[in-house]
């Protein structure tokens, strides 16, 4: 089973937009073991993308194609599937009242342009899961000129997805794999597993990791890669392919535990697990509310943890003093050098109190790009009151400002999960 | 004069790398006014990549592959290229000679496997910026088949560059784009401007610019797309190609003033700007201070206006009240239903109270997934307090939980900005 990914729009070809799209569902794809050997970027024109969808069936059983189905006149995927299928479109009622539905639920009359989206090639479904306008086709076809890779006249199918990345990503995870799945004939699955990292550098991990990755590279029976993720920290994924899930399971397993042996306690979590997550489960089952006080960080900690549903179980609110009074009158921090350890600490005393937690949680520095009270752009001083006790820790990121926040942030998250480890013991 | 992209790489496919090296071609490419029509990514393949070059030659001039001239064994970018000119490679002594200078100056020996860069397809040219060990190639070949687009027979050309970014930027800006402007008979330019826009949805923007878009397309001078972004809002991207920069930049002015007469003040910036950046402008030239107050946004708001460099002239701070008990306490609200006209305007004036500030704005509602206080989820309260004054404005966002939060943000951003507007006169 081979599928080609085709996203569609000028902007992606003008490098207005970076397509992320296609990368995530190339990387679904190989998840899903199904081999994707092209993927194409083609502008809103409807003879180029005929041209694009035609030239990845002749190569590959299904295609993905991504954007273009938007209520706007350059979207016109829908027509460039029809021209390809060689079939009409007809509007779907069922699809109109749909889109009717959702406009009427934001209190609003659907403007007449997003009518075009109810628009179907005839012979093509529309999928169940849509969460927004925009609703998602499976278009299945037959062709007569098979190329390498694809018997003669087999069954080919386009699936479309629009290009907005939640609800492509909803799209092909709930409708798009289950049905490639369901057409594959030989089967052999890729397994990953990410392991989420804070506390070593990359080329600190690549050399913990070095024996395994030779052992590994030996036998073939699975790689280790390692991703730099800014706020969501530093992923080591490992990755093995077998004919089934459960000696893919047993490789990841085994390949898992060796690493965690030498990376230890730096892995806060694996796959879809955030800092914040962990954060949360270790303050939830230890009793524990939270407060936070952001300088620094101007509130980002706090926005990352409450884009955690039940959030609230925890977390009792958040002050960002960003200005020295808001420090010293909100929180009762002393008037002291606000890049320090004593300030550090007396915003997470102040945390505690003013918001009524048992924890708190406190970062002050320079972001930069300008130095801050003569500390230094990238200095970070993050400060814990546990237990009633309170410590500072100062970090330095010599990077760009949104990088030295998002990694104080995550940082800060980690000082607390080690100290919260540590407590239980 | 076309010219497509080849990014070459298995780890692309899969998702492992996402392909800004394309993006950035294309941009630079539209910038010197050669069209772009196709971008493809292919893996670490002899005969994949030799179809994708082959392909690519048939539909335009030229070609930019990009990637697998490193040293390892997977890097056979020069033997693709060597095959679809149906030439040989041959080792290019100057080359070795440069790239053993290269570990020399770092106090290294050239290791056996970089020997392979330098091989060099026969009639290939050398590009003499070589940043890396990696050499680019410019090689000239002439196509007997010809496609739409380009004369039977015409000459083609591929150059190759390496993956490394900056080593790829160097080739491109100072090898590439000369040489294919040297060979382009017909100049023209292409000149984009986007419009940042909220207020409005994609349909409702494409129904007020309807009638300029007709407009456009009958006269060919400009395009006008759609790109919904989130927290960043909704673009607008008019796109002009002119023969020079001058009429360029007079399409893009012209239209630009057109859509502002129909879009009228949704328009809050354009290309760069963002919401924070206009928000606390504005309100710097107001001399006026901020306070903010944020419950469903938990943060997002403060954290956004944060990361503009000197939020902190504006900015007086933030209280995050998660749990109830904050809102009445901390900022002095009263016991009343939390999703509610009156809690958010509590809340704006207790920011505004407690942090010192001269304009408190805040938001409170439900995230989702669950509903809170009977609210639904997707409803959020912003409330304003500003010259002493109290408002709140209800909207709804029939969407998931990530979304909710940010179109929350630029939604709370943007009232307040369009009552700084209105205070201006």
Redesign the interface.
Known sequence: MQCEVVAVG???????????N???????L?LAGID??????????LA?MTA?LE?ALDRSDAVIVCGGL?????DITREAIAAVMGVELHRDDAVVERIRA?FY????EM????LQQADVPEGARVMDVQ??TAPGLICPLRRGAGAAGAADGAARVIYAVPG?P?EMKRMVSECVLPDLQSRAVQRHVIRSRTLRTWGHSESGLAELLEPEMRRLDATGAATI?F?ASGMEGLKV?ITAKAPDDETALGVLSAVESRARAVIGEAVFGTDDDTMESVVLDLMRSGGLTLG?A?SV???????R???V?G??DV?????????R??KT??LGAPDVYAVSSEMAQAMAAGACR???ADVGLSTTGA????SHEGAEPGTVWIGLHLDGEGEAVRVRFNMA??MV?QLGTITALNLLRTRLLAREG
């Not at 994707?36 to 024109?45: L, M, R």
């Open positions: 000028t902007e992606l070809l003008l490098g207005q937009i970076v397509d992320t296609s990368s995530w569902i190339g990387e679904q190989a994707s050997h092209f993927q194409t970027k083609v502008g809103d024109n180029r694009a030239q938007g209520p706007t006149p350059d959702m639920r934001r209190d609003r403007p007449a342009n997003n969460p927004g907005v939640w890669a991703l994924r936070l952001e960080t101007g509130g980002l900690i706090s926005a943890l409450t884009e549903p959030a609230s977390l009792r609110g958040a002050v960002v003093p960003y200005d009074a808001v009158g909100v003013v918001l009524g972001a930069g790009p300008e400002r949104v926040r």
